[in-house]
């Protein structure tokens, strides 16, 4: 069409008009014919495009004077986000409650059923399987010395304190006791390192202390001062709580720690982002020693051996240790459990009270769906011969001490000068008819077989230390650690070297 063409009326419209259409029909009808579909953008279905193509033919007149009808397509697409709603997740104590409630019923419906069992044995101090059905508790008089780890231990990326630290208010500290350390464990006692560090600075005013607030490689990257917050809220709490003058307390920040645990693995970092604690005078720091019942077990520890007769919709599981109604120990895990699950029984020994008669476990898994499903509820008997039994059908009798040393360098068993300082303080708790044994131990951190030959240099790097001929000296590696492995102080006392010293009574 030429550019300059125009109707007869000289313009290039015609028919132009404004207002209602008077023969515009009332009603007009349409068939809409159309197709789309979801198309999932990522694996979670979170993101998704829906793709759609309308088509609308009208085969009625818009008008009633002429023929006039009406054609539509249309088409579009529409992204959809729909976050994953993350299932609030069930307490120990309600899965307890609900595996306990739980009945295995008949039903007509044909379909694969998670049938969850679980098996129990004892496992000997070099993690050899016994075939033992019964636990036995004896008592005997201790003397036990636990160290104190220096660090306190901070969430990535976070400057709070962990709850697993205990905290007093001002009231509390009034009438707090070093003496109230009587036999607890050493996990329970490191859990109280900030309140024994504050009571201790209570007793000596003239000592000061350096709080270096530590962190990880990649915090590091992210954040200058991160280290030097963790430092000053310990410093807070000391100053705040305990009461202590702030001039005693120096603070600093810095990276990576200076014997900074190894990366390569998340157990390292975990480790790396700490406050480290050093004293001018090395008794705020010393072990804390204590007059104990120590109570033995045997066998040491149990090997629960979990099965299935279908892994392959098992979304989680866990292993509950219970006395009655009260949970001792739980062990979990996501996907299909282990082959073996062991448990340390002197862990828990706080939680098993005197007169125990019986120890139930039960393994509990969770399919796909959220089903709980539960095993048989099974019991080891427990036999317990105390004190007060003993003294009553006479007989001879030992005490038991026990000591243990930490913080052995990186890949190294040579003694430090604190390590020494205990082992001549053993050395002159010792008489001719004493009986030593020295075993140790590590973290998961590693292979088996390097484990297995670090801690018994060091086992003998004790004895070496303590001038015994006769001591029975073994490495156990990470075979049957000591602690929780899933934390860092637990890795920490795990890397020990444990002396137990037998005296019998005349």
Request: glycine share 6%.
């Amino acid at each position: 069409t030429p550019s300059n063409a125009v109707f007869e009326n000289g313009q290039r419209t015609r028919n132009q008009a404004e207002g209602d259409i008077s023969s515009a029909a009332a009603l007009n009808l349409g068939l809409t014919v159309g197709i789309g579909t979801e198309l999932p953008l990522d694996v979670d279905r979170v993101f998704t495009m829906s793709p759609e193509l309308l088509v609308t033919y009208a085969p009625t007149s818009l008008v009633s004077d002429i023929s006039w009808t009406k054609t539509m397509i249309r088409a579009g697409v529409v992204i959809s986000y729909s976050p994953i709603e993350e299932e609030e997740p069930i307490s120990d104590f309600e899965l307890f409650e609900i595996a306990r409630t739980t009945l295995l019923r008949p039903t007509d419906e044909v379909r694969p059923v998670l049938v969850p069992t679980v098996k129990v044995s004892g496992l000997s101090d070099n993690a050899m399987v016994l075939d033992r059905s019964q636990i036995r508790i004896e008592e005997f008089a201790s003397t036990r010395i636990r160290p104190l780890l220096p660090y306190v231990f901070f969430d990535e990326q976070s400057h709070a304190l962990s709850p697993r630290y205990r905290q007093l208010s001002r009231e509390q500290v009034e009438t707090y006791s070093l003496a109230n350390f009587y036999n607890l464990d050493a996990m329970v006692t490191y859990y109280q390192v900030l309140n024994i560090l504050g009571k201790r600075l209570q007793e000596k005013p003239d000592a000061t202390i350096t709080l270096t607030g530590c962190t990880d490689s990649k915090e590091s990257k992210s954040s200058e001062d991160l280290g030097k917050r963790r430092a000053q809220v310990v410093k807070n709490y000391l100053v705040d709580t305990w009461g202590v003058s702030a001039s005693r307390i120096a603070v600093e920040g810095r990276g990576l720690p200076s014997a900074a645990s190894n990366e390569s693995e998340a157990d390292g970092a975990s480790e790396n982002r700490r406050v480290e604690i050093v004293s001018s005078d090395p008794s705020l720091l010393s072990a804390i020693e204590s007059k104990d019942t120590m109570r033995v077990f045997d066998p040491p520890a149990l090997r629960f051996s979990p099965s299935l007769s279908d892994t392959s919709r098992v979304k989680q599981w866990t292993v509950f240790v219970s006395e009655n109604d009260r949970i001792i120990r739980t062990f979990h895990g996501t996907g299909a459990p282990p082959s073996a699950v062991d448990w340390r029984i002197e862990e828990q020994s706080r939680l098993l009270p005197r007169g125990i008669r019986n120890v139930e476990y039960m393994l509990v898994v969770q399919d796909s769906n959220g089903t709980v499903v539960p095993s048989e509820s099974a019991t080891v008997p427990v036999a317990e011969r105390t004190l007060v039994d003993k003294g009553s059908s006479g007989g001879t009798d030992k005490t038991v001490d026990r000591y243990s040393l930490i913080l052995f360098g990186f890949d190294r068993s040579e003694l430090t000068d604190q390590h020494k300082v205990l082992i001549d303080n053993v050395k002159t708790r010792l008489t001719p008819t004493s009986k030593v044994s020295i075993t140790g131990y590590t973290d998961r951190t590693g292979s088996d077989d390097y484990n297995l030959r670090l801690s018994e240099q060091r086992a003998r790097a004790v004895a070496t230390g303590l001038g015994v001929q006769r001591a029975a000296i073994t490495g156990q590696g990470e075979r049957l650690p000591l602690y929780d492995n899933d934390t860092p102080e637990g890795r920490f006392y795990s890397r020990t070297v444990e002396i137990v010293v037998e005296t019998p009574l005349r």
